[in-house]
């Protein structure tokens, strides 16, 4: 049955407790990191870290608010990522629960064509391996009947997981709730994504890649199909007028 996250990030308080979860559980080596002037450590998603607490502050109304952002692979419903492989076998979606996984084929595709057609700007490359890397739904634990390991560390409800109906469901109940303190809170990508993210203001304001662009950075297979058969379309519509 496909699953789903919700990124409720109205009720994260930045702990980094889901952050630091998963490099435990993925067993990740420490990263040399530097001060940017912002909380936000490390300063960006990298080979070593798949989530990351993204920070940023606004003024609102004459006041310093931070906007915290979970940030992670969004396991697409059509990932334009997986594509753009050239292997169909370097990126594969898992039937029962959607997670797109990459395999150790990654070593082989080049990681700016893969990068380049993540329209949220996730997958990194292992220097010391050559693959390409992401988060990976916690495969292992969900197949064991086990909550993805940040979504089990979060002790705010920022993080949920389940199946995709219950959390469409639920996201549309906490939206209704958070929309009467917060009119411009929004689901972001919703119908696209297996990652469903509650903002609580302009997406943009929490992250430059919150939201997907509105144009792919790269066309998708299934638009690529699209292109080819529409000159074909035209010719059957001749031949049967
Ligand atoms: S699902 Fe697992 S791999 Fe993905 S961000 Fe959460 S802990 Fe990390
Ligand atoms: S968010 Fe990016 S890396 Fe993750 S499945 Fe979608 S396109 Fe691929």
Redesign the pocket.
Known sequence: MPKA?LIDTTRCTACRG?QV???E??NLPPVPTKQTGTHQNPPDLNPYN??LVRFSEHMVNGAVQWYFFPD??RHCVDAPCMLVASNPEAIIQDADTGAVIYTELTAKENFDDIRGACPYDIPRKDPATGRIV?????ID?VRANML????K?CAMGA?N?GDRAAMLQLAEERLAAVKKTFPAAQLLNVKDVSVIFLVADDPKKYHTHAVADAAPRQMTRKQFVARLAAPLRGLADTANS
């Open positions: 996250f889901c979860a998963c490099k559980w993925k798949y989530k992670q692979c992401k988060c990976d739904m916690c634990r993805p390991m940040c979504v560390s993080m997981f």
